[in-house]
């Protein structure tokens, strides 16, 4: 049981171009979060999925995209790279229902955009 | 939206003392209240949560307390050990089919031998 997995876990950008992370999980959970994370801010939603077939604007959706390519995969896209999108990115996922609340994250992907 | 602040942004205590955190939050809808530990370059992972319906929760040398009148919460660390040092981040989440989260900014912990 590999929990939640994200590929690639560094990643080097020059302005303007383009790349997907991936995240998959493999605990059978419905809901499933996009997180950046940047000094002195904790983390801010950037995408979320409350279950295959929905995606929803988190907090900073602006430059991203999102496919919850099915029940185990969520990917967030970057169309076009900027120097602001250099960050720590997390996936997350969450069982779903009323039961348990509790989101698991995934390793990271760092990700520099020059 | 939700606002969560989160004070002090760094925390430096002796070995063996008494650590607290705070949080405010500005949604009297939010219900759910969970803390997360992050060491340097690890994902963050859940600690102690709290639901709305309970004013404390306790789990060995970790508490989290929950005043809702007031809209703050509070992680509290006894006997701190150096391998508590790390980031904590409080968060707030209200009802809905996606529970998503609003983060505190995070404080640093620092555990002095």
Redesign the interface.
């Known amino acids: 049981n590999a929990g939640v997995t994200q590929t690639p876990k560094f990643q080097v950008l020059k302005t303007g171009q383009s790349m997907t992370l991936q995240c998959a999980q493999d605990m059978n959970h419905n809901?499933m979060?996009w997180y950046r994370q940047d000094p002195?801010?904790?983390?801010?939603?950037i995408y979320?999925?409350?279950?295959e077939g929905t995606t929803?604007k988190?907090?900073v959706p602006n430059g991203y995209n999102v496919s919850r390519l099915n029940k185990r995969e969520f990917s967030l896209r970057l169309e076009s790279a900027a120097p602001s999108q250099t960050s720590v990115y997390?996936c997350a996922s969450?069982i779903?229902g009323s039961s348990n609340?509790?989101?698991y994250?995934?390793?990271?992907t760092r990700l520099t955009v020059t | 939206g939700e606002n969560v602040e989160q004070h002090p942004s760094t925390l430096s205590v002796q070995e063996g003392d008494s650590a607290v955190i705070k949080c405010t939050y500005s949604d009297s809808a939010s219900n759910y209240f969970p803390w997360y530990k992050q060491e340097l370059g690890k994902r963050p992972q859940l600690i102690i949560d709290i639901r709305s319906n309970v004013g404390e929760k306790k789990d060995q040398r970790i508490a989290v307390t929950l005043n809702k009148t007031a809209k703050h919460f509070s992680l509290h660390i006894t006997e701190t050990q150096p391998e508590d040092s790390a980031v904590y981040f409080c968060a707030a989440s209200t009802s809905g089919s996606a529970r998503q989260l609003t983060f505190g900014s995070g404080t640093q912990l620092t555990v002095l031998p």
């Not at chain 1, 979320?48 to 279950?51: E, I, K, N, Q, T």
């Not at chain 1, 994250?105 to 990271?108: K, M, Q, V, Y």
């Open positions: 809901s979060y002195g801010m904790g983390l801010r939603l979320y999925s409350a279950s929803d988190g907090e997390f969450r779903g609340y509790e989101q994250f995934g390793p990271g």
